[in-house]
């Protein structure tokens, strides 16, 4: 394991954006009201898990049968986790409610973890995780789930299911990774062919450098694969097979040859679609379009941006849930595109009895907290499914979320992703988010909340001069991002320990 460290950067100006106001709303498990009323739609619907009774996707409330189609030994939802990508085919309305005739689930990688690289930020904390399955390359951060394990103790042996997104790089990102029993008998990978390597005298070929074999009388080309695909560079495939050894080098005798996970986002009987995943090409100003999941989307005009988003904001990596409708080409038009990448946090203790389960929202260190249907509320353990009633305890929460304004300027954080930890740390909190207002004579807010930062013992500025930060805020309007270390009073108040410039 070799740790690196995430440089900082001096973040550039950042215009104050008025955000969309959430009306009720629902949780992970808990009742359901969709933002805004949602896009009524029939098609598909392909997104992380958030949760369950039935199944939570995209924010909409899935009625089901229990029944879930896949060949990687997971029949049922009750054999699902959150952070799983699923395929729905079914109907979803305007009030978050759904009805899915068909669940499709498919593992992206199964197999051993090696060439653990972790990144740490600049207070040794572990934020980034990469990694290889069978030469493919796959990273995990703060907003992917992990079951038996976490960044932190993710290490080289480890044998895991990943469900991940494939990235313009031909790397992965993964929302999911589940520790499960080895069977290196019964593993699976997904890439781009190297190019040139294929050699169908042989029955060989390579992903992304990766030997993969395959006998004439077992081999089951599906999803519109032929062998002669195997011989155009770039293609991927998703091959599942049996891990061996040939000439003293690891490959892997394959059983099913096939379209990799793009094939999640194929039209459905109807034409509407909705889906989550990160942008692979970024957004053309020509031809008004950008890339993501393998599909072209098409921004017909900027009214289709939810919460101030942008056309300039859609650039590679970004994590991004889209609604919309098929061409006959297969462009999607979209109707709705909204951010789901976490662009603040919070961490400390949640104290008992703070959490208003009407409005679905809690105070942590003075962070107003809102809970969604979109929400992931999550631990490391394999057996706990949590709901917001869950966090009803002396907890130590970790919040990632989007920084959101109300009409009346009142800020919240929306939370995409809560992990839960037994430990607390009593007032100590710690959070990261866009300057809010900065008086150095008085205080500073951050996430709406306010911040004393003269006291007897003064605030430790790091990497920052408060004056500068100031006169940048007032003159330029800049509002860096910042990660604050804060404790809560006894009388209710907050005083800043520690701000220091995070990277944008």
């Known amino acids: 394991m070799t740790p690196q460290v995430t440089p900082k950067r001096l973040p550039l100006l950042f215009a104050p954006v008025a955000f969309g106001v959430l009306s009720a709303c629902g949780g992970g498990g808990g009742g359901v009201d969709i933002a805004e009323g949602g896009i009524r739609g029939t098609g598909s619907s392909v997104g992380p898990v958030s949760g369950f009774g039935s199944v939570f996707v ?27 990508i699923l395929r729905i085919d079914g109907e979803w309305r305007t009030n978050g409610q759904g009805t899915a005739n068909a669940i499709e689930y498919d593992d992206t990688f199964r197999g051993r973890v090696s060439s653990v690289q972790k990144t740490t930020d600049a207070e040794g904390r572990i934020v980034r995780v990469s990694f290889r399955i069978y030469g493919q390359e796959i990273s995990a951060d703060k907003l992917t789930v992990l079951k038996g394990r976490s960044l932190e103790t993710l290490a080289n042996g480890d044998f895991v299911r990943v469900s991940a997104w494939q990235l313009e790089n031909g790397s992965y990102r993964a929302s999911y990774i589940g520790l499960i029993t080895p069977d290196e008998t019964d593993v699976e990978i997904e890439g781009r062919i190297t190019d040139g390597s294929a050699d169908l005298g042989l029955n060989r070929f390579e992903i992304n450098g990766f030997l993969i074999e395959y006998q004439d009388n077992t081999i089951e ?35 099913t040859i096939g379209r990799d996970d793009t094939r999640r986002y194929r039209p459905g009987d109807a034409d509407d679609i909705e889906f989550t995943g990160p942008v692979s090409s ?32 859609l650039v590679s990596g970004l994590l991004v849930q889209v609604e919309g409708a098929f061409r006959s080409d297969g462009v999607v038009v979209a109707e709705e595109i909204e951010l789901r990448e976490a662009d603040s946090e919070v961490e400390g203790a949640i104290e008992p009895g703070v959490i208003d389960f009407s409005a679905r929202t809690f105070r942590l260190g003075g962070v107003l907290v809102q809970v969604t249907p979109q929400t992931i509320i999550t631990d ?25 304004s109300r ?42 909340v306010r911040m004393d930062i003269t006291s007897a013992t003064a605030t430790e500025f790091d990497d920052v001069n408060c004056s500068q930060l100031e006169s940048d805020f007032r003159d330029r309007g800049l509002r860096p991002l910042l990660e604050v270390e804060y404790i809560k009073r006894n009388d209710g108040t907050f005083w800043a320990e520690e701000i220091e410039l995070e990277d944008d």
Do not use: H, W
């Open 380 to 404: 490391d353990d394999d057996d706990q499914r949590l709901t917001l009633n869950d966090l009803n305890g002396r907890y130590e929460l970790e919040v990632e979320g989007i920084e959101r």
């Open 221 to 255: 080309f599906r999803d519109g694969v032929a062998e002669n695909d195997l011989q155009t560079g770039g293609l991927s495939v998703e091959v599942e097979g049996e891990l061996v050894e040939i000439n003293g080098q690891p490959a892997i005798q394959a059983r």
């Open 58 to 84: 995209n924010g909409v409330r899935f009625e089901t049968d229990g029944n879930v189609v896949s060949n990687d030994g997971i029949g049922s939802e009750a054999q699902l986790d959150k952070g799983m």
């Open 282 to 313: 970024a957004f053309n100003n020509t031809d008004r379009t950008f890339t993501i999941n393998g599909l072209t989307v098409l921004v017909p005009n900027d009214d289709v941006f939810e919460d101030g988003l942008t056309s300039g904001d």
């Open 407 to 448: 009409l009346d300027g009142s800020v919240f954080l929306e939370a995409v992703k809560i992990e839960r930890d037994d430990d607390d740390t009593d007032n100590e909190y710690q959070m990261t988010g866009r300057l809010g207002e900065i008086n150095c004579s008085v205080s500073i807010t951050v996430l709406g």
